[in-house]
């Protein structure tokens, strides 16, 4: 039968100490310890909270973008313009703010305000991820440098989106040649033309590559 330890030697025993130790500073610091789960308890439900409240927003601003994409295919562009910097400004953080600057562009160039455009255009460009849309941004942006006769950064502007989009890619190079052209660099223009020929044939866009060929050779020296 195992000796019982004499309350000298429990006094003395080194894990009863430790337990004591913890029992005693539960008791001073009882309180701090149960203000201190209560505040990560707290931080838990914010951060629950906000989740959600992050959720709801991203689908109350697509719902947004919906009604503004559709106001804008009716051609009701100045209600478009109005839902979309609804977004910017209430929903910017969302997945839709981005796309939303991008389509507030397209609806100031068709109300003929490509000043104003040009800028929202630029800052679309500098938040949105995917390429393709990025590429559109900056094909918004030449489309509305071109309007206002900058021939020459409008040319920049379509070379940009050539680079990105892989979808247009052939039809951003002939635009990068057209306003190239209109800037007097026939340089330029020839090697749009030369990249825009490298690329698979398209029907839709052989006649304008015929006729950039046809202006090429008709401004040489």
């Known amino acids: 039968m195992a000796a019982r330890m004499t309350k000298d030697e429990l006094r003395e025993d080194p894990v009863l100490e430790r337990i004591q130790g913890v029992i ?3 008791e001073r610091h009882g309180r701090w310890l149960l203000a201190g789960l209560v505040g990560i308890v ?6 629950v909270a906000l989740q959600r ?12 973008l919906a009604e503004a994409q559709s106001a804008y295919l009716q051609g009701n562009y100045m209600m478009a313009e109005s839902q979309l910097r609804t977004i910017i400004d209430e929903y910017g953080g969302t997945p839709a703010g981005p796309a939303a600057r991008l389509y ?3 609806a100031l160039l068709a109300l003929e305000r490509p000043a104003e455009a040009i800028e929202v255009y630029e800052r679309a460009a500098g938040k949105l991820e995917d390429r393709e849309l990025k590429a559109a941004a900056h094909r918004g942006r030449g489309a509305a440098l071109e309007d206002l006769k900058r021939h020459a950064e409008a040319s920049q502007a379509y070379e940009r989106a050539g680079e990105l989009s892989s979808l247009h890619e052939q039809s951003d190079w002939l635009a990068a040649a057209r306003t190239a052209l209109d800037a007097g660099d026939a340089g330029r223009a020839e090697g749009f033309i030369e990249r825009a020929e490298a690329l698979v044939a398209n029907p839709r866009t052989e006649p304008q590559l015929a006729l950039l060929k046809a202006k090429l050779e008709s401004a040489a020296p």
Request: hydrophobic share 60%.
């Open 24 to 26: 005693g500073f539960i």
């Open 104 to 106: 507030l562009g397209d």
């Open 53 to 64: 409240s992050q959720a709801r927003s991203a689908v109350e601003a697509s719902q947004v």
């Open 42 to 47: 707290v931080v838990i439900v914010a951060v």
